[in-house]
């Protein structure tokens, strides 16, 4: 028997690699493309969800881009995404950063602090409503009248109480991603900056930040993106309210498609978030530069 030692390993040749991505496209041709095109066409079509499906040319569109509701859901979207960005990102980052590092227990306090992600959002949502009644919630039973107040009854509470749910829930995935891309920086960066009096400070904003470039903007792609899909939470914690305070364009979409069933009109609002969401994304992986996409990987 002849041994392989010693030799590097041999690579699949280059015709079989397109045969080893085809269950990949398969999946994605028919979960992600067929679906989008077909809630495009759907847009140009006036359907109820139940009956026949009839052609109506530009008339669903017409009806989403001269609401005057359209421009203040795209607001409040935009300013979730804002905003849930600007908390968690920091957050994430030195959340990341400490349980990057070697001390104790460490492994533990990385388990309790993914849990609120292994949480339904619907769940979530019902124990704070619950948490947050002025009449029957925490404030009222330990008797403290600054949580006695109505959270979700007063549009800048309510929008602040869905930022700190959103942060609350998914700090702990992007602070993974981030110990992720910390571990991965060379030890010998920071043995230098020791060697030339650096402090833990001085390093963490030399050498920890721009080593993390890359993986700041992975992260930011997935906080922005996912942003715009934020439905189940804020349907079940304020569905859209007060007023229309928290009412962001997904939930716009379901209330349109589901509760005023126009079907039409949802599908161009579903067209326009996948616009949306495209553009950030390829404006954030510029801000990357051409070889963001290999650093992004080395740094996840």
Known sequence: MSSHTGHPPRRAPRSILPWLATPALVVFVGFAVLPLVGVFALSFTTWDGIGAIHPSGLTSWRAVLTDPGLPHALWVTFLVMAVSWAVQT??????????????????????VYFIPLMLSSAAIAIAYKALLDPNFGLGAGLKIQTLSQDWLGRPGLAFGVVIFIVSWQFIPFHSLIYQGGVQQIPKSLYEAAQLDGAGRIRQFFSITLPQLKYTIITSSTLMVVGSLTFFDLIFVLT?????????????????????????GPASAIAVILVLVGLTLALLLRRLGGRDAGASQLEGV
């Open 90 to 111: 920091p957050l994430s980052i030195l959340l990341g950063t400490f349980m990057a590092g070697r001390q104790r227990y460490r492994a533990v306090l990385g388990v």
């Open 239 to 263: 569905e859209g309210g007060p007023g229309d305070a928290t009412r962001v364009l997904a939930l716009d979409m379901y209330k349109r498609g589901f509760q005023a069933s126009l079907m």
